[in-house]
């Protein structure tokens, strides 16, 4: 797709566009702000398009992802921090489980539970816990995406399995 049939197809979207950041923002203005990003970050990133993907999908993907992105820094600034409080002395319980018995033996059961699975489930479910992103772990084991991500959904379905009497403990 050349330059100019990109701009008119983009062009023929402005309506779903809006609609779909009315949905989002609920507010006329900010809907059109959003739509106005969404077709900059559009135009811009025009090269990273490829011809046989749902281009109206991927552009309401961008506006999603660009609502979501400012939903966060709105949030962030929003965020107060009382300069009264002495944050270096906070009296917090840690309650990340690493530092407990209980939590060391949770971990143990955890883990224990993870290498119980079948490599074929067990692989990429760690791969996926390392911090892999699905196409790169299909990528590594040579397997379409749906595999690595039923395989993922099956793994945690067999460890709630396997878990699901320790949780109630």
Avoid: C
Wanted: proline share 2%; aromatic share 10%.
């Amino acid at each position: 797709m050349n330059a100019l049939q990109f701009q008119k197809k983009l062009l023929s979207m402005q309506e779903n566009m809006m609609n779909f950041a009315l949905m989002l923002t609920a507010n006329r203005d900010d809907a059109q702000d959003l739509m106005q990003d969404t077709t900059l970050k559009v135009l811009d990133n025009q090269e990273k398009f490829v011809d046989n993907i749902n281009f109206k999908g991927w552009v309401l993907t961008v506006m999603r992802n660009i609502f979501i992105n400012n939903y966060h820094k709105i949030v962030r600034t929003q965020t107060v921090v009382d300069q009264g409080v002495d944050l270096y002395n906070l009296d917090v319980v840690n309650d990340s489980g690493f530092d407990s018995p209980d939590g060391a033996y949770q971990i143990q059961e955890i883990t224990k539970a993870i290498n119980g699975l079948n490599n074929e489930l067990k692989v990429p479910f760690s791969m996926f816990l390392s911090g892999y992103k699905y196409n790169e772990i299909a990528d590594k084991l040579d397997v379409p995406l749906g595999t690595v991500k039923s395989r993922i959904f099956f793994a945690r379905q067999e460890l709630q399995k396997v878990l699901k009497d320790f949780r109630q403990g």
